[in-house]
Each structure stands twice: as structure tokens, then as C-alpha cells.
């Protein structure tokens, strides 16, 4: 997987539950690329115990692993964000939302991963919803303020990527 599409998805998730008051960390690209090197080390150690606190921390697969995402959707079930895509991108800075393609596309893409746990016992269906998941997946731009702005709040390298 792109780190960079990785860490997108890792701020999506921890705005979702910082705002939903379940969470107070969101950590920054460098702070999230230094614990995943760490993951990296602790998986060839084999420290599995760390691992699966770090990747807890780093919500590794909270969107893409379905169990994993079925335990994250029970106490956002009230939610007001996952209502709908243009709720969702209410956790989104307003450059942000100006980044994408067109309004919800970002919330289509989070909220499309929704349909996935239900289907884990329908394994046609599960494969086709996952197939226009990823599909969403590549349509979607890296649109987070951590990859345009650079010191000092300006457009920085990540422009247009």
C-alpha cells in the first residue's frame, strides 16, 4: 500500500474518533512514519503483543479489515458523521474538501468501506463491493493539508500529487 494513501487513511480514522470523543491523538506524518518503522521492527522480532498495540495506535487496517472495522463501527453507531459522504467531509479542513474531485468523493470512499463487514459470510458480493472500493481507492487524491503545505503554511512539494 502507498504510505501516503496509508497515513490518509489514518487521519480519517482518528478524526472520526477525536470527533466522535473516543480518541484524543492524531499524530503527524513524521511521528505516524517513525511508529511504522517501529511496526516494522517489532513484526521481524516477532513481539506480537507490541505489534497489535502499535497497530492499534496506528489504526492499521481500520478502514480495509473488516473485523477490525466491525469493532470500530459499534460505538460510532450514533455517529453524525457516517450518515452520509457530505457529513463525513465535515472532518475535512475546507482546502481540503476544495482537493477532491468533486463533494464526497472522500466520504464516499470512508463510508464505502461500511459495506464490506456485513458481506464477510457473501463471498461474490464481498468481492465485487471490494473490487469498486478499491476502484474509489484510486480515483481519490491525497487531499490531507499534511502533503500540500509546507513551513510555514504555503503550498509545499506534495502539490498536485
Request: net charge positive; proline share 8%; aromatic share 12%.
Amino acid at each position: 500500500m502507498d504510505p501516503y494513501r496509508e497515513y490518509q487513511d489514518y487521519v480519517m480514522a482518528s478524526r472520526l474518533l477525536v470527533a466522535s470523543g473516543l480518541s484524543r491523538e492524531i499524530l503527524t506524518l513524521a511521528q505516524y512514519a517513525r511508529l511504522r518503522l517501529k511496526r516494522l521492527e517489532l513484526a521481524r522480532a516477532r513481539r506480537f503483543r507490541e505489534l497489535e498495540a502499535l497497530d492499534r495506535r496506528l489504526r492499521y487496517g481500520f478502514w480495509t479489515d473488516p473485523l477490525r472495522l466491525r469493532e470500530h463501527l459499534h460505538p460510532l453507531r450514533d455517529s453524525p458523521y457516517l450518515a452520509d459522504p457530505e457529513a463525513f467531509e465535515r472532518l475535512l479542513f475546507p482546502e481540503e474538501r476544495a482537493r477532491l474531485r468533486y463533494p464526497g468523493q472522500a466520504g464516499e470512499y470512508y463510508l464505502g468501506w461500511l459495506r464490506l463487514p456485513p458481506l464477510l459470510m457473501e463471498p461474490w458480493a464481498f468481492e465485487e463491493s471490494l473490487r469498486a472500493q478499491e476502484e474509489k481507492g484510486r480515483a481519490l487524491p491525497l487531499f490531507l493539508n499534511a502533503f500540500h503545505l509546507g513551513p510555514g503554511g504555503r503550498e509545499g512539494p506534495w502539490r498536485g500529487r
